[in-house]
């Protein structure tokens, strides 16, 4: 059975940080890239970061850049996105998303359910 699953979100406070995790299982995750992406209530989803797993070549949005980092461990092929100096507007379900070599301009085949994370003043 093909899997993503997050961890990691909670509840802080604005300027904390976070360390979210995405496990993907029942796929060959080395032929893909992991993205990361946001959605806030009444907004539309947006891209967060994104790595490919091959070659380890990273991406970012203009929204979060310079406050995420993005990486990968072997282990479990886990794919970490560190977020820090967070923002009440950071406040959002994240979502680990998985699609062919690629970062961009392919279709995201396999998607997690979230993980909550929320930031107050």
């Known amino acids: 059975e093909v899997q993503l699953m997050e961890s990691g979100g909670g509840l802080v406070q604005a300027g904390g940080s976070l360390e979210l995790s995405c496990t993907p299982s029942g796929f060959d995750v080395d032929t893909y890239a992991i993205g990361w992406f946001r959605q806030a209530p009444g907004k539309e989803r947006e891209g967060v970061a994104c790595?490919?797993?091959?070659?380890?070549?990273?991406s970012y949005s203009d929204s979060m850049k310079g406050r995420v980092t993005i990486s990968s461990a072997s282990a479990k092929n886990t794919v970490y996105l560190h977020l820090n100096s967070l923002r009440p507007e950071d406040t959002a379900f994240y979502h680990c998303?998985?699609?062919?070599?690629?970062?961009?301009?392919?279709?995201?085949?396999?998607w997690g359910h979230g993980t909550r994370v929320t930031v107050s003043s």
């Open positions: 998303s998985a699609t062919k070599w690629a970062c961009h301009g392919g279709v995201y085949d396999y």
């Open positions: 790595i490919v797993i091959s070659d380890g070549a990273t």
